[in-house]
């Protein structure tokens, strides 16, 4: 493999020490590989008190398979004391990332991606499923377990499965989402489709045999004018660039607490 020459994250820690030996040691861990990292999103508070990074773990392919590959940073200093803190978590996909940077503080508009050359959204459709999942209007999404997979050799796409609990009262009835993220060859788009499932064993029944379309949503969402707005706004850009542990392919998935790959979170 030739060589990665990756622009560093910029975490701007210089001249200040971790709160505890804890931190040190969880932030380490964090970036031990991060010259594997390749930043997609950085904004820092023009106070400095606080930075967030959305980087690619170009090193999440060799690991456990279907490790998540996305890697959120939240790091906060306190000037007086020359110290910092800090929360990370791995991802699956970058909606579910920038969702947890908002959540965290992270003005909406900037965790929008830079404009290095990346996959974008195929289509509208695309778009305003990723909102949904950005936004996570009252918080109805709750992330069960997920599974990426290279299907075969570097440059012939992605498949990224997540499986949701949606706990809005209109999908009572199937409150099982499976959203499926599918990167062309070349890696220039990426498509987002969402199925609807009365219980987790069907989601993994469907995503084993693949016998039939994706079971849509029982009904539309209620309109969300935030929602809407971003979704058109990006349906515009062109393809250059509690709950149950479950099993959506062939190898169980793992838990938050199980997974292999352990993201300290040190808040």
Not at 103 to 111: I, K, L, S, T, Y
Not at 186 to 200: C, D, L, N, P, Q
């Amino acid at each position: 493999m030739a060589e990665l020459h990756l622009p560093r994250p910029d975490y701007r820690i210089d001249g200040f020490k971790a709160t505890t030996e804890q931190t040190e040691e969880g932030f380490s861990s964090v970036t031990l590989s991060d010259d594997m990292f390749l930043p997609l999103v950085e904004h820092h508070s023009a106070d400095g008190r606080d930075s967030y990074l959305l980087m690619y773990d170009w090193a999440a392919i060799w690991d456990v398979p279907g490790t998540a590959e996305y890697v959120a940073l939240h790091i906060s200093r306190d000037d007086e004391r020359r110290t910092f803190d800090f929360g990370s978590e791995a991802h699956p996909t970058v909606p579910l990332a920038q969702n947890w940077m908002i959540r965290r503080g992270c003005p909406d508009e900037a965790v929008e991606l830079s404009s290095i050359h990346w996959p974008r959204p195929a289509d509208a459709l695309t778009s305003r499923l990723e909102e949904q999942l950005r936004v996570n209007p009252d918080g109805r999404y709750t992330v069960v377990d997920h599974h990426t997979c290279h299907p075969g050799p570097a440059g012939l796409g992605v498949e990224v499965q997540v499986l949701l609990h949606d706990a809005a009262p209109d999908s009572a009835s199937r409150p099982y989402r499976l959203f499926l993220e599918e990167t062309t060859e070349g890696f220039r788009s990426y498509t987002v489709r969402e199925g609807a499932f009365a219980t987790a064993d069907a989601a993994r029944e469907w995503a084993l045999e693949r016998s039939c379309a994706l079971p849509p949503p029982p009904s539309p969402r209620p309109s969300d004018g935030r929602l809407s707005r971003a979704a058109r706004s990006r349906s515009s850009v062109t393809s250059d660039a509690a709950l149950p542990t479950v099993s959506l392919t062939g190898a169980p998935y793992r838990t938050a607490a199980a997974q292999a790959r352990v993201r300290r979170s040190v808040s």
